[in-house]
């Protein structure tokens, strides 16, 4: 069983092969049963402004039909928006999608973003740690042209959030 351990999933569980549904609704019961062991973070692709477009609406229309199949996309898509985007493990390690920000100053930065978010994008905060990306050689903070969204980070913005929010390490996926 799941008794003593935790899981964090770091997001986009949707738009990622054929079986997004049985995925989004895999983690779903697994947290509705497992509420404390089952953490899952948003990923940029929890957003209908992304699901819509790259796959993940046009699968549940195909494996329903039009009328269902819109149904069940749209209730997926209300649950997205409450999802956490961020965690901390032990106060030392920050979990998220995407990277760091020049907007995160504190943790506080991260409690204070609003919830529900149906658009990430009207937080930068929210956007870039959904979106951002490390980028090798990069000081400081650049746009993410690779994306069109938020932006690229090198390893001195990465050092310096990290001492500022005491945290030894951060997880992140959307690679």
């Known amino acids: ?26 983690l779903f019961l697994l947290k509705i049963n497992f509420p404390r062991q089952f953490l899952l973070l948003r990923g940029n692709h929890e957003s209908i402004s992304i699901n819509k477009t790259y796959g993940f609406k046009d699968e549940i229309i195909r494996r329903f039909n039009k009328d269902d199949g819109e149904a069940a996309y749209n209730m997926f898509n209300e649950c997205f928006p409450y999802m956490p985007i961020c965690a901390l493990i032990g106060k030392k390690v920050l979990c998220m999608h995407g990277g760091i920000s020049p907007k995160l ?34 000081t400081g903070y650049q746009p993410n042209r690779t994306r ?26 959307h690679q």
């Open 1 to 26: 069983g799941f008794s003593n351990q935790r899981y964090v999933f770091l997001g986009d569980y949707v738009d990622r092969g054929k079986q997004s549904t049985e995925v989004v609704m895999l």
């Open 105 to 138: 100053t504190s943790l506080q930065d991260i409690l204070a973003i609003p919830k529900p978010l149906a658009d990430p994008t009207t937080s930068e905060l929210a956007c870039d740690l959904m979106w951002s990306d490390p980028m090798i050689g990069l």
């Open 148 to 173: 069109g969204l938020s932006k690229h980070f090198g390893e001195d913005s990465l050092e310096r959030v990290m001492a500022k929010l005491g945290i030894h390490l951060i997880v992140r996926g």
